[in-house]
């Protein structure tokens, strides 16, 4: 089977790249992450949400 | 989901995805992002254009390189990607402006029948989550992977 039929599947194929191991522990989009604290702060998770694990 | 999608790299963890938006503007690199939040186990999913020439990372450039529906697919393969690494974590997502967020919940209610059998899928709402449904307006998207 080619990458490309197996890319198919729900789960994507992804090819291991050790240069974007530079962007692992970088905040690369600041400002929305820090939108989506601020939204979390005070919404939280869901009341019916199922328990992790 | 049957969309095509373009082929991803990752670094080890599956918290940083590349990708490479061919269109009618050439190729634009991009990048995904799942940032850890200050609530335990819930990601922030956030993805833009990267600068070549500068090395900047963008969430708020319009490519316009006609490939939405192919760029909005393979986001969400990064979304299977990082919960099959990352069971039991939620994603949360929100456009950069409100037709963006329009634009993903758009995207959410076309495969939504495909979405619900692999997650749990939420819509924010003035200020609470409920569960999705198709023509509500919502500001911002939370889902969980369900358990096999």
Redesign the interface.
């Known amino acids: 089977m080619k990458?490309k039929d197996l890319?198919?599947s729900?789960?994507?194929?992804?090819?291991?790249?050790?240069s974007?191991?530079k962007?692992?522990d970088k905040?690369?989009?600041k400002d929305?992450?820090d939108?989506?604290?601020q939204?979390?702060?005070?919404?939280?998770?869901?009341?019916s949400?199922?328990q992790?694990? | 989901?049957?969309l095509e999608?373009y082929?991803?790299?990752?670094?080890?963890?599956?918290?940083?995805?590349?990708f490479v938006s061919e269109g009618p503007k050439g190729q634009i690199p991009k990048?995904v992002?799942f940032?850890e939040?200050?609530?335990k186990?819930?990601y922030?999913l956030?993805?833009?254009d990267k600068d070549i020439s500068t090395g900047e990372?963008s969430?708020s450039v319009v490519s316009n390189n006609s490939d939405s529906d192919k760029v909005l697919a393979t986001v969400v393969?990064?979304v299977?990607?990082f919960t099959?690494r990352h069971?039991?974590?939620?994603v949360?997502a929100?456009g950069?402006t409100m037709s963006r967020t329009r634009l993903y919940r758009m995207g959410l209610t076309k495969y939504l029948q495909e979405i619900m059998e692999?997650f749990?899928l939420?819509g924010?709402k003035k200020?609470?989550?409920?569960l999705f449904e198709k023509g509500v307006e919502y500001e911002?998207f939370?889902v969980?992977r369900k358990n096999d």
């Not at chain 2, 200020?127 to 409920?130: F, I, L, T």
């Open positions: 990458v890319n198919k729900k789960l994507p194929v992804v090819r291991i790249d050790n974007l191991e962007y692992k905040v690369l989009f929305k992450l939108k989506a604290n939204m979390l702060k005070t919404i939280g998770l869901p009341k949400r199922k992790s694990g | 989901m049957k999608r082929e991803l790299k990752a670094e080890k963890s599956l918290m940083v995805f590349e990048l992002q940032g939040t200050n609530l186990d819930l922030n956030a993805f833009g990372i969430d393969a990064t299977y990607a099959d069971p039991g974590v939620w949360y929100t950069s692999d749990d939420y924010q200020g609470e989550w409920e911002a939370l969980q």
